[in-house]
């Protein structure tokens, strides 16, 4: 079901679309800018009522500020001051555009425009160079960007383009470079809402030219001036706008860049209101990424300025943040204690959008709490909101969220009502993503209901749609991502798990595909589709007659268009059930598939190998038990003096291969191309042990990302040109809080002896950005380093260099690596942190391979630092004699270190500790 949508975007926004003059979020004109002004009773008193009114729109009092610009208004009129009276509207319409209620804000907008249009008529019509004319057309460009403002919000972007490209028009007529700087920055906001990146960054990069431009030129005459400061404060939101698209773009370390240098800007001009967003926005990708207690910490820190300042409506947001986080981490009293803080100050403030949000995030807390009359008590008084504000993306939501609940109380009835509405809604506005997470909630209701013909079909639906999001660059939003109570990637799994159930086995590998790559994106949030994954899983023929009638179903009919479909299904030809998708009929020859996936009651081993149909293998385990083999096998291969390793792993042979063994066979099988699913990802499969022989010494063994990501026509390079770098160090030293690694000079310097035209760095020459430079070229790239790996977020997982700088796992895929057949990262501690599903691992494998290398190797666990130095050497050796490939080199090292024999004094290399850790993830044929 649909989760609530959080403050957290609006958090995010609430700078983005501030982008006009004085700071605030719409362009309230102070009263220096108002003209006709006189030295009248009246007039003073109308100006001081426009001061009151801006102050209490500063400090987030909307129905005050509303009652006050309203009082300004009526005397402005009484005294025939039309300018001041365009003034009025145009700030009445800012606070309505605040309370986000748009049409309103919209109407006095428009009133405003005519009435500035007439001024600027009468000023210009003697002398358009005239100071007059300058300031009325001033005002009509303040109002258009405004109104520009509203038609964006209101997701209208041709409509709000137009009206900005007017006021650029004026803007450039009257040389207002600032007004330039800040339209330039708004266009930029459109652009970033379309999901047009590029151009965004276009647009703002040129508004923060001009912005900086104008900042040194007034900072140059005087520092402490107002022109400086209001310079100095366009820089900082410009460069808090550049952060959001890099947020939007999963690029997180660029996003924190940014806005920490926003942030330091907003400090130094002293500027306490943006100080709150913007730390804020740097709390949201915490919180998104898993990091709660980092995420708590800047919240709070965002809350205490907004309380100190009186900043009720920021404070709003920060408490329903701070909800947020505590529901992520299941503290569901906490979670409502704030939700119930910030709805008090909502309500209070008038925020109605807001309001709704909230009362669905109240709603959603009790659903996980399983008070189900309760959520739906919330979800229903948000959904009224939701109608009564326009906000047509949360009513879709709502409605699903609701259809949810009556689905959880097994009135399917009413779930089918409401989720054929948020159908509907979500297909007219265009909320693709909405309606593929609608397609599976209907998907759960039927299975529920033992529909299970029916309930692949809407999940088939739902798989496709999701794809083809991803194919087009596009992410959930982090509302979006946040808001269903299951994983995206839970709809993958239960479509396979229905899908093997029935015997489709052939489906079923390409939905577990898929699932490898939902699971990166769950992890890293910017994983890149291709041609192939966009495809998503292609509709049967009878599937296709029926995929249209979402909205005609109703539960009578159900049950029968389910017993039709399924006949339907059982008399098509096998051919048509089970055909191979082009890309699985290029699977090498000698190669065999295997594909585990981990259910609750049991294991599946599907297996697929060149020119035959897949095959799956039910295994009855479980989840728990089978954990409990992985784990213990681990626990033994990562404990060099234990003797159990083989009883150990003997056990877990007898589930995950014993059950193929004659799917092997009959393949003549030689590789075995690896996608572990979950835990598994922790362990190396050649470990397993068949009661005579470790696996590795039957099969090369090449773990898969996913083998749609894989590229088997592409082919390793002749000449080897090798970059390695060494951390090095002391034994017993610390760098960087980590011990010395002397053992890596040897290393690289055995490389190079091997290579002589190697390129090596070592220790404070081993720098992150002098590697970045040289990388580029080289067939093989080996960081003898520290590394970690770590399950709660790729910001936190990172290769160190010699002299302490850092890439992390976000950023390596920038690097160039396109001429690279192999990536090693050969450290210490390299390895991973508390154990979760394995996709960190995994996503050091899609980075590397997205920079564009074919393959990588790194270590499962803590690997001794001669005993590294030891299987390299002979990795290299082999490599050099260049008629193996990575995987059959990687596979003879591990086989001389099992075969060495044991010398007195030595450690016991035979133990997988010393072989094992090192898998090879991609292309290494």
Same mark, same amino acid.
């Given at each position: 079901m649909w989760r609530a949508a959080t403050s957290m975007r609006k958090g995010l926004s609430a700078i983005a679309l501030g982008i006009l003059l004085s700071g605030l979020p719409l362009w309230v004109v102070p009263p220096e800018h108002a003209w006709g002004q006189t030295i009248q009773d009246r007039t003073t008193e109308a100006d001081n009522l426009n001061q009151l009114g801006i102050q209490q729109y500063g400090k987030g009092q909307l129905k005050e500020a509303l009652a006050t610009f309203q009082q300004v208004l009526v005397i402005r009129k009484q005294m025939k001051d039309r300018a001041g009276e365009g003034t009025a509207l145009n700030n009445i319409g800012a606070v309505y555009n605040s309370l986000g209620q748009y049409s309103q804000a919209l109407e006095y907008y428009q009133q405003s425009l005519v009435i500035r249009k007439e001024s600027s008529a009468i000023a210009c019509?003697?002398?358009?160079?005239?100071?007059?004319?300058?300031?009325?057309?001033?005002?009509? *460009?303040a109002t258009l960007n405004n109104i520009g403002l509203i038609y964006s919000r209101l997701g209208q972007s041709s409509k709000a383009l137009a009206y900005y490209q007017q006021a650029l028009a004026i803007i450039k007529e009257v040389g207002d470079?600032?007004?330039?700087?800040?339209?330039?920055?708004? %266009?930029?906001?459109?652009?970033?809402?379309? @999901?047009?990146?590029? !151009?965004?960054?276009?647009?703002?990069?040129?508004?923060? &030219?001009?912005?900086? *431009?104008?900042?040194?030129?007034?900072?140059?005459?005087?520092?402490?001036?107002?022109?400086? #400061?209001?310079?100095?404060?366009?820089?900082?939101?410009?460069?808090?706008? =550049?952060?959001?698209?890099?947020?939007?773009?999963g690029q997180y370390s660029k996003a924190l860049e940014y806005y920490r240098q926003s942030l330091a800007i907003i400090k130094e001009i002293g500027d306490r209101y943006k100080e709150g967003l913007t730390l804020n926005n740097i709390g949201t990708i915490y919180d998104y990424l898993g990091q709660y207690p980092k995420a708590l910490e800047i919240y709070q820190q965002a809350l205490a300025i907004q309380k100190e300042i009186g900043d009720r409506?920021?404070?709003?947001?920060?408490?329903?943040?701070?909800?947020? /986080?505590?529901?992520?981490?299941?503290?569901?009293? !906490?979670?409502? &204690?704030?939700?119930?803080?910030?709805?008090?100050?909502?309500? *209070?403030?008038?925020?109605?959008?807001?309001?709704?949000?909230?009362?669905?995030?109240?709603?959603?807390?009790?659903?996980?709490?399983?008070?189900?009359?309760?959520?739906?008590?919330?979800?229903q008084q948000s959904l009224a909101i939701q109608k009564e504000t326009g906000d047509r993306f949360g009513e879709g939501k709502n409605l699903s969220n609701i259809g949810w609940i009556y689905s959880r109380l097994e009135q399917y009835p009413k779930a089918l009502e409401m989720y054929q509405q948020s159908f509907a809604l979500q297909k007219e506005i265009g909320d693709r993503a909405g309606v593929g997470i609608?397609?599976?909630?209907?998907?759960?209701?039927?299975?529920?209901?033992?529909?299970?013909?029916?309930?692949?079909?809407?999940?088939?639906?739902?798989?496709?749609?999701?794809? #083809?999001?991803?194919?087009?660059?596009?992410?959930?939003?982090?509302? +979006?991502?946040?808001?269903?109570?299951?994983? =995206?990637?839970?709809?993958?799994?239960?479509?396979?798990?229905?899908?093997? !159930?029935? @015997?489709? /086995?052939?489906?079923?590998?390409? /939905?577990?595909?898929?699932?490898?790559?939902?699971?990166?994106?769950?992890?890293l949030k910017n994983v890149k589709g291709n041609d192939r994954t966009a495809q998503g899983i292609q509709l049967l023929e009878p599937e296709k007659a029926i995929s249209g009638q979402i909205l005609a179903l109703s539960s009578d009919s159900i049950p029968e268009i389910n017993r039709q479909l399924a006949n339907q299904i059982q008399q098509l030809p096998k051919a048509e059930i089970n055909k191979v998708p082009d890309y699985l009929q290029k699977l090498p020859q000698g190669a065999v598939l295997i594909y585990p996936l981990i259910l609750s009651d049991r294991l599946e081993l599907i297996v697929f190998s060149p020119n035959t149909l897949p095959s799956k293998h039910t295994v009855p385990i479980k989840k728990a038990d089978f954990e409990k083999l992985v784990t213990?096998?681990?626990?033994?291969?990562?404990?060099?003096?234990? %003797?159990? /390793?083989?009883?150990?792993?003997? !056990?877990?042979?007898?589930?995950? %291969?014993?059950?193929?063994?004659?799917?092997?066979?009959?393949?003549?099988?030689?590789? %075995?191309?690896?996608?572990?699913?979950?835990?598994?990802?922790?362990?190396?499969?050649?470990?397993?042990?068949?009661?005579?022989?470790?696996?590795?010494?039957?099969?090369?063994?090449?773990?898969?990302?996913?083998?749609?990501?894989?590229?088997?026509?592409?082919?390793?390079?002749?000449?080897?040109?090798?970059?390695?770098?060494?951390?090095?160090?002391?034994?017993?030293?610390?760098?960087?809080?980590?011990?010395?690694?002397?053992?890596? =000079?040897? +290393?690289v310097d055995n490389i190079q002896s091997i290579f002589p035209n190697a390129t090596k760095l070592i220790g404070q020459d081993f720098t992150a950005q002098s590697s970045k430079n040289k990388v580029s070229g080289n067939t093989i790239i080996h960081f003898a380093t520290h590394a970690q790996f770590k399950s709660v977020s790729p910001l936190d997982s990172y290769v160190l260099f010699g002299d302490g700088s850092k890439v992390t796992?976000?950023?390596?895929? *920038?690097?160039?690596?396109?001429?690279?057949d192999l990536v090693v990262l050969s450290a210490c501690e390299t390895g991973v942190g508390s154990l979760g599903n394995g996709a960190e =691992?995994?996503?050091?494998?899609?980075?590397?391979?997205? &920079?564009?290398?074919k393959a990588s190797i790194a270590s499962l666990w803590t690997v001794s630092d001669g005993g590294t130095q030891l299987l390299m050497e002979s990795f290299y050796g082999n490599l050099q004699k260049g008629d193996l490939s990575i995987s059959t080199s990687l596979r003879e090292a591990q086989l001389s270190m099992i075969r060495r024999p044991i010398k007195t004094g030595e450690v016991n290399y035979n133990h997988p500790y010393y072989w094992s850790a090192f898998v090879l993830i991609g292309n290494g044929l």
């Open positions: 019509t003697p002398n358009a160079k005239s100071a007059s004319c300058i300031a009325a057309r001033t005002g009509e *460009e470079r600032d007004g330039e700087g800040v339209t330039l920055n708004n %266009i930029g906001a459109v652009y970033r809402g379309l @999901g047009q990146y590029s !151009k965004a960054l276009e647009y703002y990069r040129q508004s923060l &030219a001009i912005i900086k *431009e104008i900042g040194v030129s007034a900072c140059t005459l005087n520092s402490k001036s107002e022109a400086c #400061s209001e310079a100095r404060d366009g820089e900082g939101r410009t460069l808090n706008n =550049i952060g959001l698209v890099y947020d939007n773009l409506a920021g404070a709003g947001t920060t408490l329903n943040n701070i909800g947020a /986080v505590y529901r992520n981490l299941g503290q569901y009293p !906490k979670a409502l &204690a704030y939700y119930q803080q910030s709805l008090t100050i909502i309500k *209070e403030i008038g925020d109605r959008p807001e309001e709704g949000r909230t009362l669905n995030n109240i709603g959603l807390v009790y659903d996980n709490l399983g008070q189900y009359s309760k959520a739906l008590e919330y979800y609608t397609l599976s909630n209907i998907a759960y209701a039927l299975n529920a209901q033992s529909k299970t013909e029916l309930a692949i079909l809407f999940f088939k639906q739902s798989v496709s749609i999701r794809e #083809s999001i991803r194919k087009d660059l596009q992410q959930l939003s982090r509302e +979006e991502q946040q808001s269903f109570t299951l994983t =995206i990637a839970d709809t993958y799994r239960s479509l396979a798990d229905l899908l093997l !159930k029935q @015997g489709r /086995v052939t489906e079923a590998l390409q /939905v577990l595909d898929l699932l490898k790559v939902q699971e990166l994106e769950d992890y213990d096998f681990r626990s033994d291969l990562r404990d060099f003096t234990s %003797i159990d /390793v083989k009883t150990s792993g003997k !056990k877990l042979y007898d589930v995950l %291969i014993k059950p193929i063994e004659s799917d092997l066979k009959q393949a003549k099988a030689t590789t %075995i191309l690896y996608a572990p699913d979950g835990i598994l990802r922790y362990i190396p499969l050649g470990a397993l042990y068949d009661g005579t022989q470790w696996l590795v010494e039957n099969y090369r063994v090449n773990n898969l990302i996913a083998y749609s990501l894989f590229e088997p026509d592409r082919k390793p390079q002749v000449n080897l040109r090798i970059f390695a770098g060494a951390f090095g160090g002391k034994g017993g030293e610390t760098r960087f809080g980590f011990g010395g690694l002397p053992s890596t =000079i040897p +290393e796992l976000s950023e390596i895929n *920038e690097w160039q690596l396109k001429d690279a =691992i995994l996503g050091f494998g899609y980075q590397v391979q997205r &920079a564009g290398a």
